[in-house]
C-alpha cells in the first residue's frame, strides 16, 4: 500500500484572496495617449490589478461593481475626457465609496521617460511583487487629506515591518503632495542595492567573470586603476545595513549596502477636485472650487434622499 501524503493546503490562494485588487478601465474616449496611460497605470500596480481587462463601449460602471466581488476588487481606477480635453481620474471604493476625483494636470508615458534613462531596468521580475508605498506631505489633521492616504494606503497591501521579507521590495510607489501647488506627484521606481566600500573591480568580479588574460595576476587587475571617485558618490544617507539578504551580488546580512532608485514610470500630477460619498452619486463632501452653506448642504442631502427613494420605488414596482 502506498504511503499516503500530508495534503497541502492552499494557504497562498486565501492570501491572495484577503488582499486588495483593482480594477483600471476607461469611460469613453480619453485618446490613444490616454489608453496607454491607461496601461502604464495597469503595470505599476501588478500583479493586483486586472492587467488584461478589456473595457467595452457598452459596459457601465455598475457592470464592473457586480463583478468586483468575485475577484476581491476593492477599488476602481476608472479614466475619463472633459469636454474640455482634460484627463479625469476616479477612485472609488468599492462597493459603497467613497470616490475620489481628480483632474490630471500633466503626466508622462512609461515609453517617454524610458527613452530618456541611460540604463533604464524593465525585468519582469520587478512587477512579481506589489510596490512599496510612500506617501509624503499630506496632513492627517485636515479631514480630506486623511481619507486621501487612507485610500491609496489600502489600495495596496500593508507591510508588517517586523516579518517583511525584503526581497519582496523590487519597487516602490512615491506619493508627494506639494502644498504650493496643491498637487499630488507620483513617481514609480525601481528598488537595487550595491554594496559599499567595494571598488569597481571587485564589483566586476561579484557580477560576472571578467577576461584575465591581458593580467598575469589577480591583483593587478584589481589594482590596475578600476578604482575612482564616482564608486564613492553614494552619501551616508543612501547607506542601510541590510538585516536580511537582498537582490544581487554581496548584498548579505549586517554588510553594508547603498540603496539606488531608478525610476520605471509613469510620472502623474494629480489635483484633487472634490470628494463624494457613494459611488460617484452621493453627498460631495469636499470641493476645491465650490463651498456650500450649511442649508445648502442640507437642501441636497434632502434631495440625494428623495432620489433614492424614487429608484428604490421604481425598483419594487417593476418586480412586482
Known amino acids: 500500500m502506498p504511503k499516503r501524503g500530508r495534503k497541502k493546503k492552499r494557504t497562498h490562494v486565501v492570501e491572495e484572496e484577503k488582499r486588495p485588487h483593482t480594477f483600471v478601465i476607461n469611460k469613453g474616449n480619453v485618446g490613444k495617449c490616454g489608453l496607454q496611460l491607461m ?19 457598452y459596459n457601465k460602471l455598475k457592470d464592473y461593481i457586480h463583478v468586483s466581488a468575485q475577484f476581491n476588487v476593492t477599488h476602481l481606477l476608472v479614466l475619463s475626457r472633459s469636454l474640455l480635453g482634460y484627463i479625469n ?12 476625483s481628480f483632474r490630471v494636470n500633466s503626466y508622462m508615458l512609461l515609453k517617454d521617460l524610458l527613452s530618456k534613462i541611460k ?3 524593465m525585468s519582469q521580475d520587478l512587477y512579481e511583487t506589489e510596490p512599496l508605498l510612500i506617501m509624503n506631505g499630506f496632513d492627517d489633521e485636515k479631514p480630506h487629506h486623511k481619507l486621501l492616504t487612507t485610500t491609496f494606503q489600502n489600495m495596496l497591501p500593508a507591510v508588517n515591518v517586523k516579518t517583511v521579507k525584503i526581497n519582496r521590495l523590487k519597487r516602490c510607489l512615491l506619493l508627494n503632495f506639494n502644498e504650493e501647488t496643491n498637487t499630488i ?10 554594496p559599499v566600500g567595494v571598488n569597481r573591480a571587485v564589483k566586476k568580479l561579484l557580477k560576472k567573470v571578467p577576461d584575465l588574460g591581458r593580467y598575469s595576476d589577480i591583483s593587478e ?6 578604482f575612482s571617485e564616482s564608486d564613492g558618490e553614494d552619501g551616508p544617507d543612501s547607506q542601510v545595513v541590510l538585516p536580511q539578504n537582498f537582490t544581487g551580488r554581496g548584498n548579505l546580512k549586517s554588510n553594508r549596502s547603498a540603496i539606488r532608485l531608478t525610476e520605471l514610470g509613469p510620472r502623474i500630477q494629480l489635483q484633487l477636485v472634490k470628494i463624494e460619498d457613494g459611488l460617484g452619486e452621493g453627498e460631495v463632501l469636499y470641493h476645491s472650487y465650490v463651498k456650500k452653506t450649511a442649508a445648502e448642504k442640507k437642501e441636497l442631502r434632502e434631495r440625494i434622499e428623495k ?3 424614487y429608484r428604490l420605488r421604481l425598483c419594487v414596482d417593476t418586480t412586482a
Open 307 to 309: 432620489r433614492k427613494k
Open 119 to 121: 540604463r533604464p531596468k
Open 185 to 194: 506627484d507620483i513617481r514609480h521606481f525601481s528598488i537595487s542595492a550595491s
Open 39 to 57: 496601461l502604464d497605470i495597469r503595470r505599476c500596480l501588478e500583479p493586483l490589478t486586472a492587467k488584461n481587462l478589456r473595457a467595452r463601449k
Open 221 to 226: 587587475f584589481l589594482t590596475n586603476g578600476y
Open 89 to 100: 481620474l476616479r477612485i472609488c471604493k468599492v462597493p459603497r465609496g467613497p470616490t475620489l
